[in-house]
């Protein structure tokens, strides 16, 4: 079971890193990165992890594609105060907004705290928090 679960770990990885369009790509991604595994391992790990592909035809993560909707349908603005960013959105909308970041692990954030309309999500860094304002205003222009 340990096995399984530090394997579904890199597949997040390899998935968020990399253009995988294939089960064969994520079998030779995974095996360079010390896990050697059967086409059947592979399509049980997909189905297991809810990967679907997207538009163009990449294997994506659930929790990013709802991430995405998220955060393009929500949220307003996003600010960053030291190690801190703030994220306002739409009335209501910050509670969904936050679990969704929380639920994606966005790199960088130690966990979130939600009203109504606006999220606080602590960085571990300063620069830390610049990358999740990154990829929040990116996921925004989605």
């Known amino acids: 079971m340990r096995k399984r679960v530090q394997r579904h770990d890199v597949i997040r990885s390899i998935v968020r890193d990399h253009n995988i369009r294939t ?3 994520l079998a030779e991604m995974l095996q360079a990165a010390g896990y050697d595994c059967t086409q059947a391992t592979i399509s049980r790990d997909i189905t297991d992890m809810g990967l679907v592909k997207s538009e163009g035809g990449n294997y ?38 936050a679990g969704a970041i929380d639920k994606a692990g966005v790199v960088g954030s130690l966990g979130t705290v939600a009203g ?17 304002e990154q990829t929040l205003n990116g996921l925004r222009r989605r």
């Open 23 to 25: 089960q064969r790509e």
């Open 116 to 132: 109504d309309n606006t999220i606080m999500i602590a960085a571990k860094t300063t620069e830390d928090a610049e990358k999740i």
């Open 60 to 97: 994506e993560l659930p929790e990013d594609v709802r991430l995405q909707r998220m955060v393009s349908e929500l949220v307003e603005e996003v600010y960053i105060a030291g190690n801190m960013v703030v994220v306002k959105t739409f009335s209501g909308g910050a509670p969904g907004v």
